[in-house]
T-cell receptor, first 115, second 114 residues
Framework: GQQVMQIPQYQHVQEGEDFTTYCNSS?????IQWYKQRPGGHPVFLIQ?????EVKKQKRLTFQFGEAKKNSSLHITATQTTDVGTYFC???????????????FGQGTTLQVKP | KAGVTQTPRYLIKTRGQQVTLSCSPI?????VSWYQQTPGQGLQFLFE???????NKGNFPGRFSGRQFSNSRSEMNVSTLELGDSALYLC?????????????FGQGTRLTVV
């Protein structure tokens, strides 16, 4: 399947600092989804991007999909302790003969926020 | 609407045993996918079921199997357990994954093989 590389693996920030995680693919993606998993919890859907160059915002979170649809980023402005968790990007390829309905996840970026 | 329910939440098994995990999707959701999450490998796709049919399968050995019932509930089975099967097993449901809809995850079953 189409792998996605996610960086960084870990990020420690001081509360109030910004945070960004990146997902990169060597091939064009049909879509990108972002999930957040709190410590001890399960992945929770945040957003989906499908259009080239798309930018979506959710309060302090900004999601971008690259023009070539090969990369994506999640940026958090002024982090809070409630932002702690692991952020995953994922994509699906419903048009691929062997990837129908399957989500392929990046390795995740674990965010720690120091109060 | 009730969320995705997975049972049991925790399980301890011995090497060589088999285990069955259960997943009840959100009412009305017909697609159920299973994932294995480990610190080293991250989230790995196991298989997906839709309308009682396996629609896709990941790269796991044949010891991992699953099925879906007419009410969309799904079970996965792991036979001849190995230490490396210790993981969090997550079930996700959606109306239809082919429509690129979000996946709703259950709390997971934490399996420990000793």
């Amino acid at each position: 399947g189409q792998q996605v590389m996610q960086i960084p693996q870990y990020q420690h920030v001081q509360e109030g600092e910004d945070f960004t995680t990146y997902c990169n693919s060597s091939t064009t993606l049909s879509n990108i989804q972002w999930y957040k998993q709190r410590p001890g919890g399960h992945p929770v859907f945040l957003i989906q991007l499908v259009k080239s160059g798309e930018v979506k915002k959710q309060k302090r979170l900004t999601f971008q999909f690259g023009e070539a649809k090969k990369n994506s980023s999640l940026h958090i402005t002024a982090t809070q302790t409630t932002d702690v968790g692991t952020y995953f990007c994922a994509h699906s390829d419903p048009h691929g003969s062997s990837n129908t309905g399957k989500l392929i996840f990046g390795q995740g970026t674990t965010l720690q926020v120091k109060p | 609407k009730a969320g995705v329910t997975q049972t049991p939440r925790y399980l301890i098994k011995t090497r060589g045993q088999q285990v069955t995990l259960s997943c009840s999707p959100i009412s009305g959701h017909r697609s159920v996918s299973w994932y294995q999450q480990t610190p080293g490998q991250g989230l790995q796709f196991l298989f997906e079921y839709f309308s009682e049919t396996q629609r896709n399968k990941g790269n796991f050995p044949g010891r991992f199997s699953g099925r879906q019932f007419s009410n969309s509930r799904s079970e996965m089975n792991v036979s001849t357990l190995e230490l490396g099967d210790s993981a969090l097993y997550l079930c996700a449901s959606s109306p239809d994954r082919l429509m690129n809809t979000e996946a709703f995850f259950g709390q997971g079953t934490r399996l420990t093989v000793v």
